[in-house]
């Protein structure tokens, strides 16, 4: 784009051609107020806050919907923009019911900082006291519509970067609400959960209901790290307060999910309600008992060695989870493959990615002209997937093929759909891109292809192999989907994805962390194993089996690195500090090895 040059306050500014003039003050660090202006989405200029003067032009005009041109002479300050952002404020405040003292955005509110910086300490507007809906019916964040001031940020957030299209609104004028589905309760309408609302609220009219009045943002703190909930690995931001993790945000600064999450990764990972193990625990007289961590580690160690003395290095497994740190994996490997030389050490969850493929991004699907989702519920498992795939056919055009399950939205904007089982996606892939086949011209057609794969690798390459004769530019690219944070780095580590206790087996040890899925897993073959040892941050009925018991700490608490399913490493900070008597995992076996 060719670059303008502006005079803003008297100060001349470049810009590029297509800028608003919001968009050219931001750049040149110019302060213009807004309540509904937030990146990513396109302006709809409703909050009037950010209104400027224009030489030449007949009135105010709002700079988040205005055109930069060339030679503009821009004042953002005058005593005319000044009384009618203060009158604006008024408006606001005296239309619904803004009392800072019992809101739970307080300290946080973007209008309430409106209202401090213009200096307004009265309103000189009656107050209408209107009887205000409060929507309490969803698990995870509630609506009050004393608080919304009808900037649209979650209506357009919702639509344009979720493509859910949940949220809107109804009735008219000063009746007009905030709604879902056109006034559904919120636990019975079309929302996925994803939070990104609350997130983008400037005021408490969305909020979230785990941390709500637990801390204004200069009493928490907040740690960048990553979550490991599947193997995205998405840039999150944990907030948190008197050592306990709050809530979790998406980082809006990563050019990745670019601040948003999916109900397992923001809501669901914090798994607050499970009781933790906190101390060891050792097997004494058929009861599990506290034991200090020598104790404990005495016992680990006696057991395993002695299943080996007995049946020799294949009696000894040890299996982890896919959401282990690459740290906890060579500790574990450290031990078992490399000092007790056991064949039987894997990790549930490691998953390969295909060779000779570029990986793709998330910005990659929503760059695509065209999408092959196979084999996934991208809805159900990896969501911002699916927001990213509905980006870019919703906004960008791009040609969507499923294969398999997903979403019923995604199948809605599919040009094809080939329905398939888990097992029959390799058969429906090769028959889609059989030589001569329109699916097949589609896909040599394409600039920028996306594989989005959800089936096992092993279903794929033939697939790939026919995209791959009309390649260009490092196009197609794949995204290998799977189901932990750590899936690829455990396959990079020469784990087994599939790993199990195998018959014949005399001494186990699962490292399962917080991986509450993996323990369920192991509950059949209790009885065939002689020693179980189980590393784990909750109770369960495994861990009552076991017969040493070492507590692990949760994802919050752990630093370490992962590998995502680009094949970037991504870091995991702790956010607070595990209990006392919690030690982490690559510790504990670095220690089991001397």
């Not at 029959?424 to 090769?430: D, I």
Request: proline share 4%.
């Amino acid at each position: 784009m060719s670059e303008i040059s502006l005079t803003i306050n008297g100060k001349q500014v470049k810009g590029e051609r297509g800028d608003t003039i919001l968009k050219v003050c931001e750049r040149s660090d110019i302060y213009v107020p807004t309540l509904c202006h937030y990146g990513g989405v396109h302006e709809v200029g409703t909050c009037r806050m950010c209104v400027v003067e224009v030489q030449g032009g007949r009135a105010l005009t709002t700079a988040c919907t205005t055109p930069a041109e060339d030679g503009m002479i821009v004042k953002t300050e005058s005593d005319a923009i000044q009384s009618l952002r203060r009158a604006t404020l008024e408006l606001l405040f005296s239309e619904r019911n803004h009392y800072c003292m019992f809101c739970e955005a307080s300290g946080d509110c973007e209008l309430q900082a409106l209202a401090y910086r213009h200096g307004m300490d009265s309103v000189r507007y009656p107050n209408l006291y209107p009887k205000m809906e409060l929507d309490t019916s969803h698990p995870y964040l509630a609506l009050d519509q004393n608080r919304c001031v009808l900037c649209r940020r979650c209506v357009r957030v919702c639509a344009e970067l979720v493509g859910a299209h949940s949220l809107g609104m109804r009735e008219r004028g000063i009746e007009t609400l905030l709604a879902a589905d056109g006034g559904e309760p919120l636990s019975a309408s079309s929302c996925v959960s994803c939070g990104a609302c609350v997130q983008v609220c400037p005021t408490g009219a969305l909020f979230d209901r785990r941390s709500a009045y637990r801390g204004r943002e200069k009493d928490c703190t907040t740690v960048k790290s990553s979550c490991p909930e599947c193997a995205l690995g998405c840039a999150v931001e944990l907030v948190a307060r008197s050592g306990q993790v709050l809530r979790v945000e998406g980082d809006v600064e990563s050019p990745e999910n670019g601040g948003l999450l999916c109900r397992r990764g923001r809501y669901e990972s914090l798994n607050g309600h499970r009781e933790r193990v906190l101390q060891p625990l050792v097997r004494k007289g058929g009861e599990l008992a506290s034991a200090s961590w020598d104790e404990a580690l005495a016992a680990l160690r006696a057991g395993i060695e002695a299943a080996a003395a007995a049946g020799g290095a294949g009696a000894v497994a040890a299996v982890a989870s896919a959401r282990a740190s690459n740290e906890a994996l060579a500790a574990l490997r450290g031990y078992f493959q490399q000092k007790l030389d056991s064949p039987n050490v894997g990790a549930i969850g490691a998953a390969a990615s295909p060779d000779g493929y570029p990986a793709a991004t998330l910005q990659d699907i929503r760059q695509a002209d065209l999408i092959i989702l196979a084999g996934e519920d991208a809805g159900a498992n990896h969501q911002v997937v699916e927001f990213a795939v509905s980006q870019a056919v919703e906004q960008h055009g791009a040609a969507l093929i499923v294969v398999g399950s997903a979403a019923r939205r995604l199948q809605k904007q599919a040009c094809v759909v080939v329905p398939a089982g888990s097992d029959e996606v390799a058969r429906a892939l090769a028959t889609l891109t059989a030589a001569g086949s329109e699916s097949l011209k589609r896909i040599a057609c394409a600039e920028r292809a996306v594989f989005v794969v959800g089936a096992p690798v092993t279903a794929v390459p033939q697939a790939l192999a026919a995209a791959a004769q009309s390649a260009r530019d490092g196009w197609p690219r794949v995204l290998a989907l799977a189901p932990k944070g750590n899936s690829r780095g455990a396959a990079q580590a020469g784990l087994n994805g599939g790993a199990s206790v195998a018959k014949g087996v005399k001494a186990a040890f699962i490292m399962a962390g917080d991986d509450t899925e993996m323990l369920d897993r192991f509950l059949p073959q209790r009885d065939e194993i002689g020693f179980l040892a189980v590393q784990a941050s909750y109770r369960s009925p495994l861990v009552e089996m076991a017969d040493v018991v070492l507590p692990a700490p949760v994802w919050t608490e752990k630093a370490g690195t992962m590998v995502n399913a680009q094949g970037r490493e991504v870091s995991l900070r702790p956010a607070v500090a595990p209990p006392a008597g919690v030690r982490d995992e690559a510790d504990v076996l670095a220690a089991l090895s001397q």
